[in-house]
């Protein structure tokens, strides 16, 4: 109730702004309906990596996770890691953007996959210690806010990452995975859980994967992701 009023305190003296143009938010978000609609939103995609899939296809799953399937159980994306949302994403994991996280966690929490009262714990995924206390902030956990004002909870697992691993960003595909082995740990018996991930991007699929091993070795019975965007290593069709 207090969060409710304090929001609308501010916006009736802070009036939205749509980021993009400018034009009056719509919802309370920086962001009108014309621009919002305008997003890299994705709409057919492989339900396991959350890649692209041909517009009119009957299939829920891409060839390569239906040859072999990933670690994760399910993986939803809002959008492809495209303009505007690649350099909203930047904004806030370098600049200290905060804002980004509430615009990007409110278009999560819209979603119809999200409908319905909450069915897992959600895990934002960790940074390591050092990276945490250099950035100040977790983005992943602060994307996820809206999520734990709707009721959902942040998993009690105490999942760490105890490796400092290399930017994924500045490694080629193929070594992503080799750097994040064993960059997790899971104390907690989560024997029968499920377990929802919470990030800003996949790329590869590398981190979240690693981090759904790590879960599934501690006893998950299932590990899905939810994240903002996706990178595309492949084309459509």
Known sequence: MVYKWL???????????????????????????ACRADLPWLITYCRRCALPLPAHTDSRLCTTCLAKPPTLDACHALFSYQPPVDQ?????????????ARLLGELLVAQPFVSGPPTASLLPVP??????RRRGYNQAL???????????????????????????????????QRNMKGAFAVPSNLEGQTVLLIDDVMTTGA???????????????????????RALKRPLG
């Open 142 to 176: 602060e994307i996820a806010r809206p999520l734990l004002r709707r009721g959902w909870q942040i998993s009690p697992c105490g999942c760490r990452r105890t490796k400092h691993t290399e930017a994924q960003s500045a490694l080629p595909a193929g070594l992503r």
């Open 7 to 33: 929001n609308k305190l501010r916006s009736s003296l802070f009036p939205s702004r749509c980021r993009l143009c400018l034009a009056p938010g719509h919802d309370d978000l920086e962001l009108c309906l």
């Open 207 to 229: 981190t979240l994967n690693e981090l759904a091993r790590t879960l599934k070795a501690a006893g998950a019975e299932r590990v899905d992701a939810w994240v903002i965007a």
């Open 88 to 100: 909203w994403i930047q904004a806030l994991k370098f600049n200290r953007d905060l804002t980004v």
């Open 127 to 132: 940074l390591h210690p050092g990276r945490l």
